[in-house]
Each structure stands twice: as C-alpha cells, then as structure tokens.
C-alpha cells in the first residue's frame, strides 16, 4: 500500500481564495482525522470521521473550514476564503485498530 | 480534563546517552498512549505504544515506562543516536472499540537533538 496519499504537497494561495486539500487514505481503514500543524499551537485536531460519518469536529476553527468524506477512500478539507492566519502543515490520518498513519502533509502558505 | 502534558519541551543529549521525555494525563478513561516520532518535513509516524495493564514496554532501544496511579508515562531512548534527533509527541486516547476509532490527545511534543 503506497500509505496515506494527500494533494497537494504544497499550496500557495492569496487571502480571500478557496483551498482545497485532499487526502485519500489507507484502504482498509474505517478512521479519518485532518489535523493542523504550527509551531505556535502544536499538532491540532481539526475534525475525524468514523466509517465516513463525522465524529467530532469541534476542532475546526470556524465555518471558513469545512470537510467532507463522501466514501471511504477520500476525503477533503476546505478553507473558504483562506486567511494568512490559516498558513500552516495539514496532515491527514487514517487508522487500523487505534494505530494513526499520517500522509505526507500538505504546506498551506496564505499571502 | 482532555490535556496531556509533555516535558521537556526540548532535549540535547550527547550520542550514546539516555534521553527521557515525560508526560502526564488527567483523562482516566484513556487506555492507549502511543508515542510518535517527527522528523522535519514528514508526518508524525508511531514509534511504541503500551496499555495501562503493563508498566513497562520495550522495542529495542526505546522503552516506555507507565505509572497509572499516577497517571503518568514517559518514552526512554537508549544509546541515544544522531538519527534519533526529531520531535517526539506523547499522545492518550480510547482504545478501539465497537467499530470506531476515538482521537488522539497530543502532548506538545519535544525537540531532541543527540549531539555527535
């Protein structure tokens, strides 16, 4: 299995942009989680899925984040519009029995 | 009552050494505690984990200690070496139960760098 695969890798955009992140996870796994990375707030939870249903999303900063997991093998997290604030390492996660497989990230610069 | 705490926030140890990072949980309804190993420019990547019915777990040079009456674990590196330099994260949660997955709480993670 080639592992959690997300898209892009890298993403520059101007404040007031759509952003769309994708992340396809690993076959098999019934757990999704976007999580937001910066060194001032650390490794953050922004929402997970169970068997494509959204669990908790308590995390999402405001309703300029929104995700989606319409089947089992993708999922999306979009900022609408984007903020400079918003610039940050987003990862996405799939799960198999409690253990967490990050992607690779995608780097979301917002000028 | 969801926190986790890490410490030390950063780390230098000397090739060879011991590095110990600790960290406490407040949550008494986790019963999983992985650690996770960063390295600059990837994902987070799970390095050992333990349950609270044994104190201790070992895979090869890393071991995790685990005190549940007082709620507190902590990750030693043995012979510690310059590939081992990362940012380690402490996490707790559920286990896996009934078909779903619980989240993860993170502790802020630790910077270590092992000197050559």
């Known amino acids: 299995d080639a592992g959690v695969i997300q898209s892009p890798r890298h993403e520059v955009t101007e404040m007031g942009q759509e952003v769309t992140l994708r992340c396809k996870p690993i076959s098999g796994h019934n757990s999704l989680f976007w999580y937001r990375q910066t060194m001032m707030r650390g490794l953050e939870l922004l929402i997970y899925?169970?068997?494509?249903?959204?669990?908790?999303d308590s995390g999402m900063p405001e309703d300029r984040f929104s995700a989606k997991m319409p089947n089992a093998s993708f999922s999306t997290l979009k900022i609408q519009p984007s903020e400079p604030r918003d610039s940050a390492v987003y990862f996405c996660?799939?799960?198999?029995?409690?253990?967490?497989?990050f992607g690779p990230g995608t780097r979301l610069t917002v000028l | 009552q969801q926190q986790v705490k890490q410490s030390p926030q950063s780390l230098i140890v000397q090739k060879g050494g011991i590095s110990i990072i600790n960290c406490a949980y407040e949550n008494t309804a986790f019963d999983y505690f992985p650690w996770y190993q960063q390295f600059p420019g990837k994902g987070p990547a799970l390095l050992i984990a333990?349950?609270?019915?044994?104190s201790e777990k070992k895979e090869g040079r890393f071991t995790i200690s685990f005190n549940k009456s007082a709620k507190q674990f902590s990750l030693h590196i043995m012979d510690s070496q310059p590939g081992d330099s990362a940012t380690y994260f402490c996490a707790a949660s559920k286990s896996y139960s009934g078909g779903s997955n619980y989240k993860l709480t993170f502790g802020k993670g630790t910077l270590l760098t092992v000197n050559p």
């Open positions: 899925f169970n068997n494509n249903v959204p669990i908790d």
């Open positions: 996660a799939s799960t198999f029995y409690n253990e967490q497989f």
């Open positions: 333990i349950r609270p019915d044994v």
